[in-house]
């Protein structure tokens, strides 16, 4: 069974008819998608960023982790390097830190070698909306197409072979 952390954000999650979340892999139909919420945030270095602004020229992961949860450290080299792999093929990457210190925060990014952009939540404000990803667990990963729409999620920790084959299934049908 895979295991996630738990954060102790308990947030009210808007209403969605999306099937009830558990752990593993789910990619929706685009007739069942929603759009991306609009999220702005600060990243780790400092600079404002909308989620939105990375959308609309393919494939967006976004990635919800903690320095503090041992999941999100086996994933995060795996996700570093398929980064750096896919980020000239139309995939962004965007990570957001759940409630925890911008210090362990930063030194956990260099330890791991992501270099795309980390929003900071320490309040897990930015997690509760993205009503598609559970606001009590990480890590969790969300895959946005080219229109905007939420398409995949994946709750749990997740492999480079299992997200580049997310991330195919969801460009294709961009």
């Not at 229109?147 to 049908?173: D, F, H, N, Y």
Request: proline share 6%; glycine share 8%.
């Amino acid at each position: 069974m895979l295991g996630g952390c738990h954060a102790t954000v308990q947030a009210a999650k808007p209403t969605t008819t999306t099937p009830a979340i558990g752990v593993g892999a789910q990619l929706f139909p685009a007739a069942q998608r929603h759009p991306l919420p609009s999220i702005v945030g600060t990243t780790l270095s400092g600079q404002s960023l909308t989620l939105r602004s990375l959308t609309g020229r393919g494939v967006l992961v976004v990635n919800v982790w903690a320095s503090w949860c041992e999941p999100c450290r086996d994933e995060s080299a795996a996700l570093a390097t398929l980064a750096n792999t896919l980020g000239r093929s139309h995939v962004s990457f965007v990570g957001i830190d759940e409630q925890d210190t911008s210090a362990a925060a930063r030194r956990f990014v260099a330890s791991t070698g992501m270099t795309y952009p980390q929003l900071t939540d320490p309040t897990g404000t930015a997690l509760t909306k993205l009503s598609l990803l559970p606001s009590f667990g990480i890590p969790s990963t969300l895959l946005v197409d080219r229109q905007s729409m939420m398409a995949a999620r994946i709750v749990g920790p997740v492999t480079a072979q299992k997200l580049q084959k997310l991330i195919a299934e969801v460009a294709v049908e961009s």
